[in-house]
């Protein structure tokens, strides 16, 4: 099966987005230095994201109005993208976009049957992640500190997890991130 990867900035207090759904401070650290994403994305064969990330996505990078944008993004590209909602949103022109509506578990099979032996992304949304991790499909937490904390917003994963389900696998200093990687235990699988 797919390993399934959340793979996200934080503060480091823990907060991937401020209550606006804004990244601003993100973008404000010195990116120099910064984890090198491309040995990453060639691991990545399928998205999965919430609605707010993918809206967030489409305004950052105006879609709306550029819809080819979306194929060029390096995150993105031609990836099968998952998005999770409740709501009928639409898709950039010839991109492969599914949206999902229901449990992590039932999408899971179509999930990792579009990522083609590759591993999947859950890119952004800590509550989906969480989802993830509730269903037992959640393999890997890598997230990247940043310099910065808020008082509030949207948190890198609104679950508690206990100490035995997390391995550390490695932490690295990149400029003025740190990234960790840690695998998840799940006790459900082998």
Known sequence: MARVIYNAAATLN???ADEADSLGWLFAVDGEGAPDNAA???RIGALAMGSTTYEWILR??????????????AYVGDRPTFVFTR????APPGADVRFVSGAVAH???EL?????????????GGDLAG????AGALDEIQVSLAPATL?????????RVEPDRLRLQSAERHGQFVHVVYAVVNPARP
Request: net charge negative.
């Open 112 to 124: 990792v049957g579009a990522a083609g032996g590759r591993a999947v992304w859950v890119l952004g």
């Open 87 to 90: 709501r009928v949103l639409s």
């Open 40 to 42: 990453f994305m060639d």
């Open 151 to 159: 008082d509030g917003g949207a948190p890198l994963l609104p679950r």
């Open 60 to 73: 950052q990078e105006n879609v709306d109005e550029q819809p080819e944008r979306w194929h060029e993004l």
């Open 14 to 16: 823990g907060f991937i």
């Open 131 to 134: 989802q993830f991790l509730d």
């Open 107 to 109: 999408a899971l099979p």
